[in-house]
């Protein structure tokens, strides 16, 4: 059985501060992990994943990840907040057969203060 | 078109009405997936289908729901005597195979009253 747990439903950080979104994995295979944005009234946007290449995962939008198989975390991170970067992201695990059926986290919003 | 179109985008249905939605993915995904995203939580999985077969429905919550494809393109949801707890955004996505990214659809907010 796989499961995600995001810590956090809502994160505030200020524009060009460190942006830290968490997200804990369970899995009984070894897991492909994923990162989604989502805009109000918007569909899905993948922006990284993981799929046991580099535990280091760059992303779109200089977001990046680091897979921690000791702490089973996958931790989404960027250097400096934009305002556009304001949006609910979900973190994700699949088994490695069927990369489309994904586990999904409750999410969380990420705030932006200018 | 270019991503995946979702229609209707909005729907609100009396209880125990039916409802229809439909999903055209991308040209040429052969993997096609819903998923069921109520208010303030992330989507959860119904059902997947590579090209017309419909390899897994075992996350559609209850027999009034059924998901086909009959000709490996379009899909439609379909939704029987909809309770209030149906509410929710149903999301659809395309992949051209099974490790292949995920497109997904802006989804069809549905709210049954």
């Known amino acids: 059985a796989q499961s995600v747990t995001q810590l956090g439903s809502h994160v505030s950080v200020s524009e060009g501060a460190l942006v830290l979104l968490r997200c804990n994995y369970s899995s009984s295979v070894p897991p492909y992990l994923f990162w989604y944005v989502q805009y109000p009234n918007q569909g899905l946007q993948l922006l990284l994943k993981?799929?046991?290449?580099?535990?280091l995962v760059k992303g779109i939008n200089g977001f990046e990840a680091e897979f921690k198989k000791s702490e089973t975390s996958f931790h989404l991170t960027k250097p400096s907040a934009h305002m556009s970067d304001a949006a609910e992201y979900f973190c994700?695990?699949?088994?490695?057969?069927?990369?489309?059926?994904?586990?999904f986290g409750q999410g969380t919003t990420l705030q932006v203060k200018p | 078109g270019a991503g995946v179109s979702q229609s209707p985008r909005y729907k609100v249905a009396k209880r125990g009405q039916d409802v229809a939605l439909r999903c055209d993915p991308i040209s040429g995904h052969v993997s096609l997936f819903w998923y069921q995203q109520a208010l303030g939580q992330g989507p959860e999985f119904l059902t997947y289908f590579q090209n017309e077969a419909q390899l897994d429905k075992s996350g559609l919550p209850s027999d009034r729901f059924f998901a086909e494809r009959p000709e490996g393109s379009v899909s439609t949801l379909k939704i029987q005597r909809t309770q209030q707890e149906d509410s929710a955004v149903y999301l659809c996505a395309s992949s051209l195979g099974v490790s292949r990214e995920l497109f997904f659809g802006e989804g069809s907010r549905l709210t049954v009253l």
């Open positions: 993981y799929t046991s290449a580099a535990t």
């Open positions: 994700a695990v699949s088994g490695s057969g069927n990369t489309g059926k994904l586990i």
